[in-house]
């Protein structure tokens, strides 16, 4: 099992730039392909971005796509989103999630653990 806490949220204003990180606990962080995901109130939670266990490949939601980058640092068990060029419609709680294996995902569906979220607020 990894358990996931998520850090770096606030309120920020449009055109601001954040970073989130998501620390996950155990041994085996490299084990993991990694994702974010966002949800914003009265909406479904939706694919932001992901990452392979090993870094090397991403793959990020078009809305975002430009803007924020995804990235991992193995040896302290973190990964990342840089999110630069903020819009109002940023404004969600962004969760970080874990899934076991080679394979990379941008179905929530396929995410077997979660973080706890942290608040994103972008002020027009």
């Known amino acids: 099992q990894v358990q996931l806490v998520e850090s770096g949220g606030g309120l920020v204003q449009a055109g601001d730039s954040l970073r989130l990180s998501c620390v996950a606990s155990?041994?085996?962080?490299?084990?993991?392909?990694m994702g974010w995901f966002r949800q914003a109130p009265g909406k479904e939670r939706e694919f932001v971005a992901t990452?392979?266990?090993?870094?090397?490949?991403?793959l990020s939601a078009d809305s975002v796509k430009g803007r924020f980058t995804i990235s991992r640092d193995n040896a302290k068990n973190t990964v990342y989103l840089q999110m630069n060029s903020l819009k109002p419609e940023d404004t969600a709680v962004y969760y970080c999630?874990?899934?076991?294996?080679?394979?990379?995902?941008?179905?929530?569906?396929?995410?077997?653990?979660w973080g706890q979220g942290t608040q994103v607020t972008v002020s027009s």
């Open positions: 999630a874990a899934v076991r294996g080679a394979y990379y995902y941008s179905s929530k569906d396929a995410y077997a653990y």
């Open positions: 155990g041994r085996t962080f490299s084990s993991y392909a």
């Open positions: 990452i392979s266990r090993t870094g090397s490949s991403t």
